[in-house]
């Protein structure tokens, strides 16, 4: 979710889902240590709880990072042991690490030695030709040694050559019965399912055999599949109904324009809002063509829903 997640991101996200643990974008160790750290690591306090997914291999740094995580006050630390892009590769971490348990088991164990906060693991279930539930199941076996009790799943392997990162999220095969079976041998360990995973019945269903479900792009396309996850397991949702949440969404415009950060980089994450429903394509069309020229117009998102409905009712009308 690199260059998604955004803290604007997260802020609409939970508007929509009160009860959800949200996880930054992958920020790299060496980001964190020698970047604009309080760029990259802010958040606002309605985002919490928050975890902060790292990618890196060298347990000295992650360990530094997870002591300036904590200091920072995120709830979680999340090494990530699943994507596949050639940028990740190149800096040795993400998927490429499924071929080093024993490495990611020593990172692992650094970063708990260095801090108080919980420290949890994003894999796949393979990669290349490490491709059997025997080696998947080794894989968390041997990280587990570390202390770390908390594993996301993401229930495919990846390729590190031959199919592009979009590609190795549609390609390989799904398999939820090996993570499923992972929970049934390994009760002691946290696991959350992800993958496939685009509705909140989907989401319920899953939870009868794993301990969490977590959502990436399905919920990116359609945020307002987090406000039914929320209503399905919490009995409620989080803002009423997606005009609430546009009116939510304005005022937070408002704060951040006061502090010059232009309106398109907040209203590119509630482009599918209305997904699905009528006048949804004019609700994206609007914000598409008018963010970027009127970067302080707070009002952008109800103009955008005022054009929403018309298209909605002179599709009716015409009908």
Not at 19 to 30: D, N
Not at 79 to 85: E, K, Y
Not at 148 to 167: D, I, N, Q
Not at 206 to 212: M, Q, T
């Amino acid at each position: 979710m690199m260059d998604w997640t955004d803290r604007h991101c997260r802020y609409f996200h939970r508007l929509l889902a009160p009860g959800a643990l949200l996880y930054t974008e992958m920020v790299t160790t060496g980001a964190i240590l020698h970047g604009d750290r309080d760029h990259l690591l802010a958040f606002d306090p309605a985002e919490h709880p928050l975890a902060l997914q790292v990618g890196g291999s060298e347990p000295d740094e992650l360990a530094r990072c997870a002591q300036i995580a904590q200091a920072r006050g995120y709830a979680e630390v999340n090494l990530n042991v699943g994507c596949p892009s050639d940028r990740v590769q190149k800096g040795r971490f993400g998927a490429c690490l499924m071929r080093e348990p024993i490495r990611v088991r020593d990172c692992i164990s650094a970063m708990l030695d260095a801090a108080d906060v919980p420290v949890t693991v994003k894999t796949r279930l393979g990669v290349d030709e490490l491709d059997s539930y025997a080696y998947f199941s080794d894989f968390i076996h041997c990280v587990a040694q570390s202390g770390c009790t908390t594993f996301a799943v993401h229930a495919r392997k990846a390729w590190l050559s031959g199919l592009s990162p979009k590609e190795n999220r549609e390609v390989p095969e799904l398999r939820h019965g090996w993570v499923y079976r992972l929970k049934q041998e390994c009760p002691q360990l946290t696991i959350i399912l992800n993958g496939g995973v685009a509705s909140a019945a989907a989401a319920v269903a899953h939870l009868e055999r794993v301990d969490g479900v977590m959502l990436g792009r399905a919920a990116y396309h359609n945020p307002w599949i987090l406000s039914e996850c929320n209503r399905a397991l919490d009995g409620q949702p989080g803002v009423p109904d997606r005009t609430a949440a546009v009116l939510a969404m304005t005022r937070y415009i408002e704060q951040q324009i006061a502090q010059s950060v232009p309106v398109k980089h907040i209203s590119r994450h509630v482009l599918g809002l209305f997904q699905g429903l009528a006048g949804a394509r004019s609700w994206r069309r609007y914000i598409s063509d008018h963010a970027h020229k009127e970067a302080d117009d707070s009002r952008l998102l109800f103009k955008a829903m005022q054009q929403m409905h018309a298209a909605s009712a002179w599709q009716r009308d015409a009908a």
